[in-house]
């Protein structure tokens, strides 16, 4: 079982609600990060937090709205999503830098637009 | 050209044969590879990590990195249904790269 725990695990909201997508993982991990896969496509990487920091935003819409309150836990902000933005988004966890990084991935969280 | 090259497939082999799953890379500073695994709806399973070139074996698993050639392999030995999956190759540059580079994944099925 992956120790990188997301909930909840299917979500469907309309254009104009807000909702979030919690994470959390206790593997003493400082970075924690945000993808979002669409079907038969790879995981496209949104954020990266190090140390509780935003370090990368890979350019993503501002309706989504990541927040990292301490190591262990990471949330996505939704608001105002397009029926587009339906997929599945992924938690994942690494050491910062530890001999490489080796990416730990949680079970997803199943997004539908309406 | 993409940075790394996985053939989608998909991939239909019987039950107790040798499957191999291979990528390619453009990019030479790549020096860290990865194999995940992805059941369907469910998340990236981390299956083999391995750094620099030469091989890693982990039960029916065997990864092996070619950097002169940039290419990467994933063997799977005796393949059992429950192998059916998608298959994700993944690599990044240096140690504190957070930035992994997949390929498109080849999705695998076992037929019994």
């Excluded at chain 1, 400082?30 to 496509?41: D, G, I, S, T």
């Excluded at chain 2, 999956?85 to 790269?97: D, E, N, Q, R």
Aim: contains cysteine; positive net charge; proline residues 6%.
């Amino acid at each position: 079982d992956t120790e990188v725990t997301q909930t909840p695990k299917h979500l469907v909201m309309g254009m104009t609600n807000k909702k979030s997508l919690k994470c959390e993982q206790h593997m003493g991990h400082r970075a924690m990060y945000w993808y979002k896969q669409k079907a038969k496509k790879p995981p496209e990487l949104m954020f990266v937090y190090s140390y509780e920091k935003l370090s990368i935003n890979e350019s993503v819409p501002s309706r989504f709205s990541p927040e990292c309150p301490n190591s262990s836990l990471l949330n996505l902000h939704l608001h105002a999503l397009q029926p587009e933005d339906s997929a599945l988004y992924l938690c994942a966890s690494s050491h910062v830098q530890v001999g490489g990084n080796t990416i730990y991935f949680g079970e997803g969280s199943w997004l539908t637009v309406v | 050209q993409k940075e790394v090259e996985q053939d989608p497939g998909p991939l239909s082999v019987p039950e107790g044969a040798i499957v191999s799953l291979n990528c390619t890379y453009s990019n030479s500073a790549f020096q860290y590879f990865m194999w995940y695994r992805q059941y369907s709806r469910k998340g990236p399973e981390l299956l083999m990590y391995t750094y620099s070139s030469g091989n890693k074996e982990d039960g029916r698993f065997t990864a092996q990195v070619d950097k002169s050639s940039k290419y990467i392999s994933l063997f799977i030995r005796d393949s059992q249904p429950s192998d059916s999956a998608t298959y994700l190759c993944a690599m990044s540059p240096s140690k504190g790269a957070q930035k992994l580079v997949f390929g498109q994944g080849t999705r695998l099925t076992i037929n019994p």
